[in-house]
């Protein structure tokens, strides 16, 4: 991350701690990274098998069977019991796959922010959280620093799993991305059978009630 957005963060409590420890004697600090980057219970993670889940179940799960690296009332560490790989932004800004090695919950010292893009996508992070912006170039920017009209920086495509599951984008956009403002292309005797469009705001299609497994056979592409 950039020195002029490490300058602007202002440490935890947990950091402080590490911090005067080690100030006036020699010291190891050895900490995951990522570290700081902290998001909201229902914010989805995209596993390299296509599959998504909430990193809050995510937690739920794997502190029942995984190993707990750190235990207090401000800040809770598990590393995973089976290994799994999300999809992730590397050095050179290229989506590759990443192992997890730990899961963090961490009690925010201040209230989390909500950012909204104008196509609907929704993302809640603490105030440090650094998104990718695009000014002269790429940088990354802490959220509270951002304005109406910044524009982030979000993935043209995403990558295929690497085995024969297929990404359930019906689910992706119900469950995680309800508030996208996309339409759909639907079937047209389906569309004369629920009284829409062929081509229709997707939450209009989600407002219909209908299974998503019947959506799935219905729906054609997406208009994002």
Same mark, same amino acid.
């Given at each position: 991350m950039p020195d002029k957005v490490?300058k602007?963060?202002k440490?935890?409590?947990y950091q402080q =701690?590490?911090y !005067?420890n080690c @100030?006036d004697?020699n010291c190891?600090?050895?900490l995951?990274?990522?570290?700081?980057k902290?998001?909201e219970?229902s =914010?989805?993670l995209l #596993? +390299?098998d296509?599959s998504?889940? %909430?990193i809050? %179940?995510? #937690?739920? !799960?794997e /502190?029942? @069977?995984g190993?707990v690296?750190?235990c207090n009332?401000?800040? *809770? +560490?598990i590393?995973?019991?089976v290994?799994? $790989? &999300?999809?992730?932004l590397?050095?050179? #800004?290229?989506?590759? =796959?990443?192992e *997890?090695?730990?899961i963090?919950?961490?009690k925010?010292?201040l209230p989390?922010?909500?950012?909204?893009?104008?196509?609907?996508?929704?993302?809640?992070?603490t105030?440090?959280h650094?998104?990718l912006t695009l000014? %002269?170039?790429?940088?990354?920017?802490r959220a509270?620093?951002?304005?109406i009209?910044?524009? *982030?920086?979000?993935?043209l $495509?995403l990558p295929?799993?690497?085995?024969?599951?297929? *990404?359930? /984008? &019906?689910?992706?956009?119900?469950?995680i991305n309800?508030?996208m403002n996309c339409?759909? $292309?639907i079937k047209r005797?389906?569309?004369?059978?629920?009284?829409?469009?062929? =081509?229709?705001k997707?939450?209009?299609?989600?407002?219909k %009630?209908i299974?998503e497994?019947e959506?799935? $056979?219905n729906i054609l592409? #997406?208009?994002?």
């Amino acid at each position: 991350m950039p020195d002029k957005v490490l300058k602007t963060i202002k440490p935890r409590k947990y950091q402080q =701690e590490i911090y !005067e420890n080690c @100030r006036d004697k020699n010291c190891l600090v050895v900490l995951p990274t990522g570290i700081g980057k902290c998001m909201e219970y229902s =914010e989805p993670l995209l #596993f +390299s098998d296509g599959s998504t889940k %909430k990193i809050g %179940k995510y #937690f739920e !799960e794997e /502190i029942k @069977r995984g190993r707990v690296l750190k235990c207090n009332k401000n800040h *809770i +560490s598990i590393k995973p019991k089976v290994t799994k $790989k &999300v999809i992730s932004l590397n050095d050179s #800004f290229k989506l590759e =796959e990443q192992e *997890i090695i730990a899961i963090h919950k961490i009690k925010a010292d201040l209230p989390l922010l909500k950012i909204k893009t104008y196509a609907g996508a929704e993302i809640s992070v603490t105030p440090e959280h650094p998104l990718l912006t695009l000014n %002269k170039n790429l940088e990354w920017t802490r959220a509270d620093h951002l304005k109406i009209d910044s524009p *982030i920086a979000t993935p043209l $495509k995403l990558p295929e799993p690497k085995n024969n599951r297929k *990404i359930n /984008i &019906v689910h992706v956009f119900s469950e995680i991305n309800s508030n996208m403002n996309c339409y759909v $292309k639907i079937k047209r005797d389906f569309a004369k059978k629920i009284n829409l469009n062929k =081509e229709c705001k997707f939450k209009e299609l989600l407002n219909k %009630k209908i299974d998503e497994k019947e959506l799935a $056979k219905n729906i054609l592409y #997406f208009i994002i």
